[in-house]
């Protein structure tokens, strides 16, 4: 990683708009965005803009896209109050798609946060300085004797007053300042607290432009269908059928595009309007040659990665001696758990609008990574990235799926085939069908307890096809990267092992929200709950014991916020007195670390046979300092229906090479009537923000199936528990 030391005046730039006021540019300092729980730093300098124009309105562009998880709420609201601006007379825009502006604007990994916050706030605090500098200048007075309050600078002896309208243009001729000091948090107005999403009204008016709400004039619409099996490829079509349907203009058939993103092949129908492309594409008769893939069975994969992981598998990590660990303990445990692919499934699937001309090509899409699209089309088209116009839509959901853009790639060249703007809009069934998949997998952990129930040795395989797969298909198992949260645990085990089992891929493997987490937050927290009851002892207070056996000075701080938060979770849900519940009901708890955030659940089941309702979830959360507890408490509840959804039901299964499932009748989502009571405990913490995205989805299955066990005896060991027959 390269570093560049700049001044603050060369790192926070401003400028009077054409129209008067001030524009605040920021160059930020170097960060990545991870999409695994561990980021990697690589080096770039994006930047933002912070418009307050002659009449006082502040305009603030986000370079994130917005996909429901408040972001265009939570960075802005911080910038304002940095500015001690009136959160009234804030307007947010969506940032196009421009690097060389805004920085990278990949949305995941729950970095949005991690990354903006503090260059942003800084923007902020600057542009008050520069505003109470101009109002100083105006009155001959000592900066110093003047402070701004809700869009309004004083002057404190005088009691003089000007508005930040006023003082725009004249603060955009003011110079940066070097040094800021953000505000104390007993300072802020915004941070920490309640803040409604500023674009509340127009979602519940529906007037916000989703990706398939784009519309231009001479729009035609188009519909796809995919080979079934990866790596499958068209081997005849037979289209007069479709040709013949009124209002159809053309079949077009789309090759592979043999690149991360890019689309896997298909055949498209163009047509006057969606539902006519829709119809027609269901007429085409399409022979396809499947390719190696076509065996593939998820039934008998996901029992070879079982065999996978109980033998021995190749080694990632070694610490003492687990041999010596295991033959030396009381008692020792063995557990394989396993979990099904999973699809994102959003409300809104794949769409854009391209329209591709010789001399350009603009882009209208819900996406999570406007670059990525850049790339592809520039590597398609064979254009410079930077021609390529990219406007970020609203996303009606995303956990992933909308960060891969093989879906823009297809409507480019439906558009440079027709030469016109096209709509394309993949079916839920397609997109169901032929997705990015969460990976199947397995894992296999042993270990052994003395008397007292302290961990003597500790066994870790793990076998499930990689997202690294989409950028090198001849990876056939796990990476040792992929194995950071197993080889961190914050338990302190001084006798480990990890291996790694042979897992090739025979689907498209991407980014799911919570991604590893969860099937390592599944069986880290399920394990510890068998381990407790084979010790004899409450499965809290073996948590706690086992953080406070951790003596690593590395791991302290994470053992230690691990441990609170569990507690947390535990005294507000009842805990302590579950022993009044209901023979048929009990609490189950689980707690795990990812994306740098902290989050336990404690999971209050009632069970009746083979029925599993829940009651109610505590979850706790330690994210640093939370910038909106509206977002934060939404995005809590919103892991929760994932959660109960994966945990229970959702699961893809692949016969003869292709996705069975094709929409929510065999997909399921949680129904408004499966919602079980949400309580959010917010830790009011000192420490740096961090994200809430995706580490909410992880801790839920474990607690469930905790709790279950608790109040049944059945141990659920794979996910989902109670897959639906296709």
Not at 69 to 90: F, K, S
Not at 150 to 176: D, E, M, R
Not at 241 to 256: L, Q, S, Y
């Amino acid at each position: 990683m390269s570093i560049t030391n700049e001044s603050r005046r060369q790192f926070l730039k401003a400028s009077t708009l054409a129209t008067g006021g001030l524009a605040i540019s920021i160059n930020l300092p170097a960060h990545a965005v991870a999409f695994s729980e561990d980021a990697q730093e690589s080096t770039f300098s994006p930047n933002a803009f912070i418009h307050i124009q002659d009449n006082g309105d502040v305009l603030i562009y986000c370079g994130r896209c917005e996909m429901g998880q408040g972001i265009n709420t939570a960075l802005p609201a911080a910038v304002a109050d940095e500015m001690d601006a009136d959160w009234q007379r804030v307007t947010v825009k969506q940032a196009d798609g421009n690097e060389e502006k805004y920085g990278p604007q990949a949305t995941g990994g729950s970095a949005s946060i991690r990354v903006m916050l503090t260059p942003m706030r800084e923007a902020g605090a600057s542009a008050k300085i520069m505003l109470i500098a101009a109002a100083a200048k105006v009155w001959n007075v000592d900066p110093s004797s003047c402070y701004a309050e809700n869009h309004v600078v004083h002057h404190q002896a005088s009691g003089k007053q000007l508005s930040y309208g006023q003082l725009a243009s004249l603060a955009a001729k003011q110079t940066v300042p070097e040094v800021v000091t953000l505000k104390a948090k007993k300072d802020f107005n915004y941070i920490g607290k309640f803040i409604p999403n500023q674009n509340i009204e127009q979602i519940i008016k529906g007037q916000l432009t989703y990706g398939v709400d784009t519309k231009l004039p001479g729009l035609k619409y188009a519909a796809i269908v995919h080979c079934p099996v990866l790596g499958g490829k068209l081997k005849t079509l037979d289209d007069k059928d479709a040709r013949a349907i009124k209002g159809v203009i053309d079949v077009v058939v789309i090759d592979r595009l043999a690149i991360p993103y890019g689309s896997i092949g298909g055949v498209a129908v163009v047509a006057d309007n969606s539902w006519t492309a829709q119809q027609a594409v269901k007429k085409l008769k399409i022979e396809w040659d499947l390719g190696e893939n076509a065996h593939y069975d998820t039934v008998k994969y996901k029992a070879q990665l079982v065999k996978n992981v109980e033998t021995q598998a190749q080694l990632v990590t070694e610490r003492g001696n687990v041999t010596e660990g295991l033959s030396g303990a009381a008692q020792t445990l063995k557990a394989t758990y396993t979990g099904g692919h999973l699809v994102h499934a959003p409300m809104e699937p794949n769409a854009s609008v391209v329209w591709v001309k010789d001399d350009s090509c603009e882009v209208w899409a819900a996406t999570q990574s406007p670059a990525d699209i850049q790339k592809v089309l520039a590597q398609f088209l064979g254009r410079e990235a930077k021609d390529i116009a990219v406007h970020v839509t609203m996303s009606g959901g995303a956990f992933g799926r909308k960060f891969k853009c093989d879906y823009v790639h297809e409507a480019a060249a439906i558009s440079q085939k027709i030469n016109a703007p096209v709509q394309l809009t993949w079916t839920r069934e397609e997109d169901t069908k032929t997705g990015y998949y969460h990976s199947i997998n397995a894992q296999h952990i042993e270990a052994g307890i003395d008397e007292q129930g302290n961990i003597k040795g500790w066994l870790h395989r793990v076998a499930f096809p990689s997202i690294g797969t989409l950028f090198n298909p001849a990876q056939t198992r796990p990476s040792n990267s992929d194995f950071n949260a197993v080889d961190n645990y914050p338990y302190g085990i001084e006798n480990f092992r990890s291996e790694s089992g042979e897992a090739k891929a025979h689907t498209r493997i991407g980014w799911y929200r919570a991604v590893y987490a969860i099937f390592y937050g599944f069986s880290f927290s399920s394990f510890t709950d068998e381990l407790a009851y084979l010790a004899g002892k409450d499965p809290l207070t073996y948590l706690n014991q086992l953080y406070d056996n951790n003596t690593n000075p590395d791991q302290q701080e994470q053992a230690a916020r691990s441990k609170h938060v569990v507690n947390l979770a535990a005294e507000k849900s009842g805990w302590f007195e579950r022993d009044k519940l209901p023979k048929n009901q009990a609490i189950g708890l689980a707690i795990h670390y990812s994306f740098q955030s902290y989050v336990a659940m404690a999971v209050r089941v009632e069970v009746n046979g083979e029925d599993i309702k829940v009651l109610q979830v505590d979850s706790a959360i330690d994210c640093g300092q939370v910038l909106n507890v509206n977002g934060a408490t939404a995005q809590m509840e919103g892991a929760v229906v994932m959660g109960m959804g994966l945990a229970l039901r959702t699961e893809v299964t692949f016969r003869e090479g292709a996705v069975v499932n094709t929409n929510f009748h065999n997909y399921p989502v949680m129904r408004i009537n499966e919602m079980p009571q949400v309580n959010v405990h917010i830790v009011d913490s000192e420490h740096p923000s961090t994200g809430l995205g995706e580490p909410g989805v992880a801790p839920f299955a474990p607690a469930l199936s905790n709790a279950v066990f608790a109040a049944s005896g059945k141990r659920y060991r794979d996910i989902p528990f109670k897959p639906m027959s296709v």
